[in-house]
């Protein structure tokens, strides 16, 4: 199974030092650390990848720079990028 997270850095509900401190309890192996991801070349925000071996699991978890809670709402052309991305397996 391969998931996305995404969570904006001004998000006060669920802050993503929270997301990050859930993922941590999986045990998963870092496969790509923390780096930023771009749209029109400007940082959009940051991305970091895992794996659990032996399971099929991955998880790439981003970050989006100035957005609350619902990303989306805040940042339309970074998180619709960011979906593009997901859906046709290009990197972030």
Not at 3 to 9: A, E, K, L, P, V
Request: proline residues 2%; hydrophobic residues 35%.
């Amino acid at each position: 199974m391969v998931f996305s997270m995404q969570s904006g850095d001004h998000d006060l509900t669920v802050p993503n030092t929270g997301t990050q401190d859930w993922i941590k309890l999986l045990n998963m192996t870092i496969v790509n650390d923390w780096r930023q991801w771009l749209v029109d070349g400007q940082v959009a925000g940051y991305t970091i990848k895992y794996t659990k071996r032996g399971t099929g699991y991955r998880i790439t978890y981003a970050t989006v720079l100035g957005a609350g809670h619902s990303a989306q709402e805040y940042k339309r052309r970074e998180c619709f990028d960011m979906f593009l991305r997901w859906i046709h397996y290009w990197p972030l």
